[in-house]
């Protein structure tokens, strides 16, 4: 079936850092992959997507590109902020418009 | 304003008594899906609908209802709460049954002792 894997545990990282959480897929077909972020207290909210391979999704500084041959949609940033500072989830779409979601990510920006 | 809305935001309730949360949007969505949210877990859906009088069992159906007589409600029934369904809800909905991007509710934290 599809699921989703991201890297295990909390991220922390000093203001201006480079961000990268990894996310690794499996998939019947071909699946759309997204990252969603949760802030403090609130829903989740879609943050970049890709529907094909070698597609790359970006917004608000961040980046991912959809890597079939490694089942793979990194998501990076080059400088964060602590505005950042949210949980991620990376998701794969199977079947009638339904999210396969990752656990999720931590990510904690420092001043 | 495109929303989805859910209440209560916050309930505490004991085993066996009864409850809804209502999820409604105001975006002519088709598609509505109720999600828990639990640490370690991440997302799981629980139901799912994707228009008036069509609905579905997600991955984790076990002691939830819902119905969809209106298309932009979505309420979500717990007719015998037990402490295992302590968790954080989502309610979220997209436009079209085939893959779009889902918007979420704020989330209902729900807590049965």
Sequence with gaps: GNSVTQMEGPVTLSEEAFLTINCTYTATGYPSLFWYVQYPGEGLQLLLKATKADDKGSNKGFEATYRKETTSFHLEKGSVQVSDSAVYFCASSYGNNRLAFGKGNQVVVIP | ?113
């Excluded at chain 2, 085993?15 to 899906?33: I, P």
């Excluded at chain 2, 799912?48 to 939830?64: A, F, H, I, L, R």
């Excluded at chain 2, 209802?65 to 302590?86: A, G, Y």
């Excluded at chain 2, 436009?95 to 509710?105: A, E, N």
């Design chain 2, 1 to 113: 304003e495109a929303q989805v809305t859910q209440n209560p935001r916050y309930l505490i309730t004991v085993t066996g008594k009864k409850l809804t949360v209502t999820c409604s949007q105001n975006m002519n969505h088709e598609y509505m899906s109720w999600y828990r949210q639990d640490p370690g877990l991440g997302l799981r859906q629980i139901y799912y609908s994707m228009n008036v009088e069509v609905t579905d069992k997600g991955d984790v159906p076990e002691g939830y209802k819902v119905s969809r007589k209106e298309k932009r409600n979505f309420p979500l029934i717990l007719e015998s709460p037990s402490p295992n369904q302590t968790s954080l809800y989502f309610c979220a909905s997209s436009l079209q049954r085939g893959v779009d991007t889902q918007y979420f509710g704020p989330g209902t934290r729900l807590t049965v002792l």
